[in-house]
């Protein structure tokens, strides 16, 4: 499945599945989707671009045969290259790679596009925004990392709020998602920056009641 269009100007919430219970993947999908969520999350990391080994291409094949929800797989891998074919096969509806592990980043976002998955490029917190400079065309959004990754829940870096703020008044029209500390008592913080896709995990599982997270994320947004 493709995503056929990203948009800009309207919120959406991504439940990351870092913070779900694995033993109930499929349950916890289905949860979200009745939950009002709108796309999934799916954190791939190696052990070497971020200090720990999350889930990889077999979950993401099976959380493909179990949902229509669009997946949103973060690829926090250095060497992304020779696995953009085998994520995009299992599934992938978005692929975004972090810009720092990237020696090619222009060659990378041509071979996912050509994969037929939507291309993002993650900026960890140190990162500037010039490095989109010269891709702009090349990316359907961008990924502000509002943490430095590798764990979830960890506490939203205040100084990326200024970032997004910059890569909204540079690009008007580019879906801004964000990830990291995201919770009701943030969400606000990068909403008005210019963000509209926002990734979060305690966010969301450290509620029971995943609806009633989700709608106080979306109401905190829009305030
Ligand atoms: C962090 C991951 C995030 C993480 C977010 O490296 O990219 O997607 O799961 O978790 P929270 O929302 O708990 O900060
Ligand atoms: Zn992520």
């Not at 210019?194 to 109401?219: C, K, P, Q, W």
Request: with cysteine; aromatic share 6%; net charge negative.
């Amino acid at each position: 499945m493709t995503l056929s269009h990203i948009p800009h100007d309207k919120h959406l919430i991504a439940p990351s599945l870092l913070s779900a219970d694995f033993c109930r993947l499929g349950e916890e999908v289905h949860r979200l989707k009745a939950s009002g969520a709108d796309w999934l999350h799916f954190d791939v990391m190696d052990g070497r671009f971020v200090p720990n080994i999350s889930v990889g291409i077999p979950v993401l094949a099976s959380l493909r045969r179990t949902t229509d929800m669009p997946i949103d797989v973060h690829l926090m891998i250095v060497e992304p290259d020779s696995l953009l074919g085998a994520f995009a096969k299992a599934g992938a509806d978005t692929l975004t790679v972090q810009a720092e592990a990237c020696v090619h980043l222009h060659r990378t976002l041509q071979t996912i596009r050509q994969l037929g998955c939507r291309a993002g490029v993650s900026l960890n917190p140190h990162t500037p925004v010039s490095c989109l400079e010269y891709v702009r065309e090349l990316i359907d959004f961008v990924l502000v990392m509002t943490v430095n990754p590798g764990f979830g829940g960890q506490s939203y870096i205040d100084a990326c709020t200024a970032k997004i703020r910059t890569l909204r008044t540079l690009y008007p029209d580019l879906p801004i998602e964000v990830d990291g500390g995201i919770h009701a008592n943030t969400i606000g913080r990068a909403a008005h920056a210019g963000a509209n896709i926002f990734v979060s995990g305690s966010g969301i599982f450290s509620h029971t009641d995943y609806a009633a997270a989700i709608m106080e994320l979306r109401a905190c947004a829009s305030g």
